[in-house]
């Protein structure tokens, strides 16, 4: 059983670009929770998809946007890039809202 | 606004002792609390959770304890090894409501020292 992947590993990126971060749920999987860990802080909680639907937001702007297509798999873009956004991006999915994440290995962005 | 917090960035102990970790809440909707584990370079690991309808849950080595009137949590690690040297992240949801949407603590590195 495959587990919880994400591509890529690393990204630079600068001020003002576009970028698509991508997560490949578990088998069986329909759910996928996406992170933002800012060095030394936790984990915080951008967005979650259910079944391809946004099934809660976190407080961040719109210019974070994501999706989830059919087969569970999920994408995370960002527009305008900020300086701040430079963080870990933790993908983590589930087999229902209300059952246990497994998190990926994440995505490192740095935004020069 | 931290709603869940972590005040020790980090704690060191001796193989075979006990480890204990804190976290705080602000929160009083949270009523269900977990903890994490991470590696460098890996996703967080689910080590162990508590409903708020308890006050103590155990799993071999792992127990966490939650004081509701004190918003306070605390996991123990008994006996410590060597191995469990990585960053422990406190997390909790208003699971009634919202699911497994989680807030997460600023994390505790944890060394243990053979």
């Known amino acids: 059983e495959t587990g919880v992947t994400q591509s890529p590993t690393h990204l630079i990126k600068t001020r003002g670009q576009q970028v698509t971060l991508r997560c490949s749920s578990q088998?069986?999987?329909?759910?996928v929770s996406w992170y933002q860990q800012a060095l030394g802080q936790g984990p915080q909680f951008i967005f979650q998809?259910?079944?391809?639907?946004?099934?809660g937001r976190g407080n961040f702007p719109p210019r974070f946007s994501g999706l989830q297509f059919p087969n569970y798999s999920s994408e995370l873009n960002v527009n305008a890039l900020e300086l701040d956004d430079s963080a870990l991006y933790l993908c983590?999915?589930?087999?229902?809202?209300?059952?246990?994440?497994?998190f990926g290995p994440g995505t490192r962005l740095t935004v020069l | 606004d931290q709603q869940v917090k972590q005040n020790s960035p980090s704690l060191s102990v001796q193989e075979g002792r006990i480890s204990i970790l804190n976290c705080d809440y602000t929160?009083?909707?949270?009523?269900?609390f977990l903890w994490y584990k991470k590696y460098p370079a890996e996703g967080p690991t689910f080590l162990i959770s508590?409903?708020?309808?308890?006050d103590k849950n155990e799993d071999g080595r792992f127990t966490v304890f939650l004081n509701k009137s004190a918003k306070h949590l605390s996991l123990h690690i008994v006996p410590s090894q060597p191995g469990d040297s990585a960053v422990y992240f406190c997390a909790a949801s208003e699971w009634e409501t919202s699911g497994s949407r989680l807030t997460f603590g600023e994390g505790t590195q944890l060394t243990v020292n053979p």
């Open positions: 088998s069986g999987h329909n759910t």
């Open positions: 508590i409903s708020s309808i308890k």
């Open positions: 929160n009083s909707m949270f009523d269900y």
């Open positions: 983590a999915s589930s087999s229902g809202t209300y059952n246990e994440q497994f």
């Open positions: 998809y259910y079944r391809e639907e946004e099934n």
